[in-house]
């Protein structure tokens, strides 16, 4: 499916893009304050970053569900949403690259695939708050 599909898609019900956010955003924290601190040897990540980096998504899935209640400014909203999420992955790779010596590979592999899933959503997300904005005007 390319990228475009996905954009149309979701454009039927942009409202559905809180939901995934919000159960990404449940995933994350709990895969960060729960899972990884258990293992925090295997991948290297202190567990004071770990709880720093869980937080954030606790607050992003109350957006979520403050956004997907909303009836007005859903473009707004995702456009928002999409923002923070950019902004949750420079947050992780720069507390990431900051315990750069301890990291290890499996640490390394989680925080990648975490920045490429969040960011991809994050694509879509901003373009379809583009287009619902572009459309209401």
């Not at 454009?11 to 995934?20: M, S, T």
């Not at 709990?30 to 991948?43: A, M, R, T």
């Amino acid at each position: 499916m390319k990228f475009e599909d996905l954009i149309m898609k979701a454009e039927l019900n942009p409202k559905k893009l809180f939901l995934i956010d919000g159960f990404g955003a449940i995933l994350s924290a709990f895969l960060l304050g729960v899972v990884l601190v258990k293992f925090e040897e295997i991948f290297g990540i202190p567990s004071s970053v770990l709880y720093f980096l869980a937080m954030l998504p606790i607050f992003f899935l109350i957006y979520d569900i403050y956004s997907y209640r909303k009836q007005l400014k859903i473009g707004v909203l995702l456009k928002g949403i999409a923002i923070l999420n950019v902004m949750y992955c420079g947050v992780s790779i720069g507390l990431v690259f900051y315990h750069f010596n301890t990291i290890t590979i499996l640490g390394w592999a989680y925080i990648i695939v975490e920045i490429i899933l969040v960011g991809f959503l994050a694509m879509i997300e901003y373009s379809v708050g583009r287009s619902i904005i572009k459309a209401s005007r």
